[in-house]
């Protein structure tokens, strides 16, 4: 695992742009069907805004109808944290970067198989490194 990734909030502010400083920092959620890779279909590898870190394969994303991008597993399972969430009044499980921190999301078990996961994330929380055309 990579190196573990501290910044003041200054130089988050400065780094990342308003909405994903509010996702990222703040834990809000992007409104569905607006974000860049929802309705993504390329290839490649998605990896933290905020530090880089990779996260997801583009193999393991799917269409979960909801209007965030959705995968049924990370790249690497040590490359999330997994805790509890009680915000809003609901219970639910979010999903942070291991390397950074940042709020990616959050992960619910109506998922595909084989392990019924779907780990529902911001769009404004990734960056992907599109693989080359075949």
Not at 60 to 70: R, V
Not at 97 to 113: E, I, K, Y
Request: one cysteine or more; glycine letters at 8%; hydrophobic letters at 30%.
């Amino acid at each position: 695992m990579d190196t573990e990734v501290t910044k003041s909030d200054e130089a988050w502010r400065r780094e990342l742009t308003p909405a994903q400083y509010r996702v990222l920092r703040q834990a809000r959620t992007e409104r569905a069907f607006t974000g860049n890779y929802w309705n993504c279909h390329d290839d490649g590898t998605y990896r933290c805004a905020g530090c880089g870190a990779e996260l997801f394969a583009s193999d393991t994303k799917f269409d979960s109808g909801t209007g965030w991008p959705s995968f049924s597993q990370p790249t690497v399972r040590d490359a999330v944290t997994l805790t509890r969430d009680r915000a809003l009044g609901m219970v639910r499980t979010e999903v942070t970067c291991r390397r950074c921190g940042s709020h990616l999301g959050h992960v619910f078990d109506d998922g595909p198989a084989p392990n019924g996961q779907r780990f529902c994330i911001n769009s404004c929380a990734l960056d992907l490194n599109a693989s080359p055309p075949r």
